[in-house]
């Protein structure tokens, strides 16, 4: 009942953009603080970037700093992620996380991502 849903992925050029979303349903979505990992075959997942319940904090990996924003619309339970100058290196699947004060953990099933020319 609990579903996290990625969309906007797909293939995009070096140095292109896209932007992706994450819906979320079936809990208190302003509650939980929002977050968005990815993950390339043999590779363990890694955070990209966080944001709090109010969107009034956010934090980046330094690998995607200063190219990639978080912000999330808590009327429309969805979280974002603007990709810009994108590298091959971002190419991954990209999910989101839903995390709570009490650690309840949700995950989306992923969006893949992949930049190549």
């Known amino acids: 009942q609990v579903h996290l849903v990625e969309s906007g992925g797909g293939l995009v050029q070096p140095g292109g953009s896209l932007r992706l979303s994450c819906v979320a349903s079936?809990?208190?979505?302003?509650?939980?603080?929002m977050s968005w990992y990815r993950q390339t075959p043999g590779k363990e997942r890694e955070l990209v970037a966080g944001?709090?319940?109010?969107?009034?904090?956010?934090h980046y990996a330094d690998s995607v700093k200063g190219r990639f924003t978080i912000s999330r619309s808590n009327a429309e339970f969805t979280v974002f992620l603007q990709m810009n100058s994108l590298k091959a290196e971002d190419t991954a699947m990209y999910y989101c996380?839903?995390?709570?004060?009490?650690?309840?953990?949700?995950w989306g099933r992923g969006t893949q991502v992949t930049v190549s020319s």
């Open positions: 996380r839903a995390d709570s004060e009490d650690t309840y953990t949700y």
């Open positions: 079936g809990f208190p979505f302003s509650y939980y603080s």
């Open positions: 944001i709090s319940t109010t969107g009034s904090t956010t």
